[in-house]
């Protein structure tokens, strides 16, 4: 089992710069794939981005290559999404996941935190 705690959302100016962070609880921690997701008012949940257990392999969606970096700390059980450049269509409740390997589910899944950028 493995519970996943997010922060670092806020509210920031189109432009602008927010790191999130998410924590996990439990055991086995290094060895689950983690990504970030996001949900807008009235939208489907999408993916962001996507790293492997040892950071050794990242995906991105198109719209945020280039802006924003995920990368984790195994020993600190954390996973970290750098948001670089943001966007008025930033604007969502990002969540952090964790799933065994790449192709299975996600099973674990944050509360959320609210990114609010302004134009």
């Known amino acids: 089992q493995v519970q996943l705690v997010e922060s670092g959302g806020g509210l920031v100016q189109a432009g602008g710069s927010l790191r999130l962070s998410c924590t996990a609880s439990?055991?086995?921690?290094?060895?689950?794939?983690m990504g970030w997701f996001r949900q807008a008012p009235g939208k489907e949940r999408e993916f962001v981005a996507e790293?492997?257990?040892?950071?050794?392999?990242?995906y991105y969606r198109d719209s945020v290559k280039g802006r924003f970096t995920i990368s984790r700390d195994n020993a600190k059980n954390t996973v970290y999404l750098q948001m670089n450049s943001l966007k008025p269509e930033d604007t969502a409740v990002y969540y952090c996941?964790?799933?065994?390997?790449?192709?299975?589910?996600?099973?674990?899944w944050g509360q959320g935190t609210q990114v609010t950028v302004s134009s």
């Open positions: 996941a964790a799933r065994a390997r790449v192709g299975t589910p996600y099973n674990y």
């Open positions: 439990g055991r086995a921690f290094s060895s689950y794939v």
């Open positions: 790293i492997t257990w040892n950071g050794g392999t990242t």
